[in-house]
């Protein structure tokens, strides 16, 4: 059983640049979440994809985008980078909602300069 | 809305000594709790998920327990070694999607 992969593990982009995180899930998994955790803090959610479509969204703004695929993996799009989004992207599949245990990546890695 | 609440932020023991960290909730209608391990720079393992209907949950060395009532839970670990040196999260689903996050406890074990 391959467990949840993302990809890149480290990205360093420029200030107003645009990015693109990947995550595969669990197999046999259909729901993606997304969280951003600065240092020394709790992982913040972002958003939520089951079966394709967004299931919820946290606090964060629109440039902040994402898409699931027929595969179940997924993708965080994020435009306009701001140096405050400079974190670790954390991807968490499970099989429905935040109530099923929840199975995270090892996370992308962002510096913002 | 749920807030989750970690305390003491940062812990050291010496190696065989067992730990007691605690996950303060201020909703007490929780679906369960999970406990997650979490290395430097790192994914979060899951250690345990308690489901709201227990009292506690093991694994191994560790143990969960959870009161609804008083919004608390708290993860034993017992005869702490070095490698379990680590930030240990607690995380409850505060709607059908987004889970809750404490801020964590840093534990380290000392050889």
């Known amino acids: 059983e391959t467990g949840v992969t993302q990809s890149p593990t480290h990205l360093i982009k420029t200030r107003g640049q645009q990015v693109t995180l990947r995550c595969s899930s669990q197999?046999?998994?259909?729901?993606v979440s997304w969280y951003q955790q600065a240092l020394g803090q709790g992982p913040q959610f972002i958003f939520q994809y089951y079966r394709e479509e967004e299931n919820g969204r946290g606090n964060f703004p629109p440039r902040f985008s994402g898409l699931q695929f027929p595969n179940y993996s997924s993708e965080l799009n994020v435009n306009a980078l701001e140096l405050d989004d400079s974190a670790l992207y954390l991807c968490?599949?499970?099989?429905?909602?935040?109530?099923?245990?929840?199975?995270f990546g090892p996370g992308t890695r962002l510096t913002v300069t | 809305k749920q807030e989750v609440t970690q305390i003491p932020a940062a812990l050291s023991v010496p190696e065989g000594e067992n730990l007691v960290l605690n996950c303060s909730f201020t909703?007490?209608?929780?679906?369960?709790l999970q406990w997650f391990r979490q290395d430097p720079g790192k994914g979060l393992t899951s250690l345990l998920l308690?489901?709201?209907?227990?009292r506690e949950q093991t694994s191994g060395r560790l143990n969960a327990s959870l009161d609804k009532s008083s919004g608390r839970s708290t993860l034993y670990i017992a005869a702490s070694q070095p490698g379990d040196s680590a930030t240990y999260l607690c995380a409850i689903p505060s709607n059908d999607y987004k889970l809750s996050f404490g801020a964590g406890t840093t534990v380290t074990v000392r050889a």
């Open positions: 909703d007490s209608a929780i679906y369960n």
């Open positions: 197999s046999g998994h259909n729901t």
């Open positions: 308690i489901q709201s209907s227990q």
């Open positions: 968490a599949s499970s099989m429905g909602t935040a109530s099923y245990e929840q199975y």
